[in-house]
C-alpha cells in the first residue's frame, strides 16, 4: 500500500476537501450543515485559514483521502488564541489512522502558530471520535441536549477541549 503523506492544503485540493466534506453534510450527523456547500461558499471558507488556521490534507498516491482544519472559534478579538477543530476522511478510508495523522499535523502547527485551545464538537453517536479526542489529551468540557436537528433526529453535541 502507498505510504499516506500529511501536506498542507493547497487551493486546488478544494474540490476534492469539499466533495468529501459535502458527502458528510447529505449522508452523515458529524456537521449540522444540511446543504451541500457551493463554489462561492468554498471560497469563503478556503479564504478565513492561513498558517495559525490551517488545512492540511493526506494524500496517497496522489489522491486525497481526507483533511483537517483548525478555524477560528469565533470572530470576537478575545477568541482569537482559540480554535475549532475539524476532521473529515473519505468514507473508504475510515480506520486506517488518517485522522490521527491528520490532528497531530494540525495540533503541531496550530500550536507553533500561538493556538491555546483547540475546541471539538463532536455529534452523538460519533464514540470512535470521542476516543480518539482523549488519547490526543481532549476533555470533555460538556453535552449540549438536543441542539441539532439531522434526518429528523434532535442530537446532542459532546464539547470537547485541548489546551496545548
Same mark, same amino acid.
Given at each position: 500500500?502507498?505510504?499516506?503523506?500529511? !501536506?498542507?492544503? %493547497?487551493?486546488? /485540493? +478544494?474540490?476534492?476537501?469539499?466533495? =468529501?466534506?459535502? #458527502?458528510?453534510? +447529505? /449522508?452523515?450527523?458529524?456537521?449540522? #450543515?444540511?446543504?451541500?456547500?457551493?463554489?462561492?461558499?468554498? *471560497?469563503?471558507?478556503?479564504?478565513? /485559514?492561513?498558517?495559525?488556521?490551517?488545512?492540511? *490534507?493526506?494524500?496517497?498516491?496522489?489522491?486525497?483521502?481526507?483533511?483537517?482544519? $483548525?478555524?477560528?472559534?469565533? #470572530?470576537?478579538?478575545?477568541?482569537? #488564541?482559540?480554535?475549532? $477543530?475539524?476532521?473529515?476522511?473519505?468514507?473508504?478510508?475510515?480506520?486506517?489512522? !488518517?485522522?490521527?495523522? &491528520?490532528?497531530?499535523?494540525?495540533?503541531?502547527?496550530?500550536?507553533? %502558530?500561538? *493556538? @491555546?485551545?483547540? =475546541?471539538?464538537?463532536?455529534?452523538?453517536?460519533?464514540? =470512535?471520535?470521542? @476516543?480518539? @479526542?482523549?488519547?490526543?489529551?481532549?476533555?470533555?468540557?460538556?453535552? &449540549?441536549?438536543?441542539?441539532?436537528?439531522?434526518?429528523?433526529?434532535? +442530537?446532542?453535541?459532546?464539547?470537547?477541549?485541548?489546551? $496545548?
Amino acid at each position: 500500500m502507498t505510504r499516506i503523506e500529511i !501536506i498542507p492544503a %493547497e487551493e486546488s /485540493h +478544494l474540490p476534492a476537501i469539499f466533495s =468529501i466534506y459535502n #458527502d458528510a453534510i +447529505l /449522508h452523515g450527523t458529524a456537521t449540522f #450543515d444540511t446543504e451541500a456547500k457551493s463554489d462561492l461558499e468554498i *471560497v469563503q471558507w478556503w479564504k478565513k /485559514h492561513n498558517q495559525k488556521y490551517c488545512v492540511f *490534507v493526506a494524500m496517497r498516491g496522489g489522491e486525497l483521502q481526507g483533511w483537517a482544519s $483548525l478555524s477560528q472559534w469565533s #470572530d470576537k478579538q478575545a477568541y482569537n #488564541d482559540s480554535a475549532e $477543530l475539524s476532521v473529515y476522511i473519505l468514507p473508504s478510508c475510515q480506520g486506517q489512522n !488518517i485522522g490521527q495523522m &491528520l490532528m497531530t499535523k494540525v495540533l503541531e502547527q496550530g500550536k507553533a %502558530e500561538g *493556538v @491555546h485551545t483547540i =475546541i471539538s464538537r463532536i455529534t452523538q453517536g460519533n464514540d =470512535i471520535s470521542i @476516543h480518539i @479526542h482523549k488519547k490526543f489529551g481532549f476533555e470533555m468540557v460538556g453535552v &449540549l441536549k438536543e441542539v441539532g436537528r439531522k434526518f429528523g433526529r434532535l +442530537l446532542d453535541v459532546t464539547m470537547m477541549q485541548k489546551i $496545548l
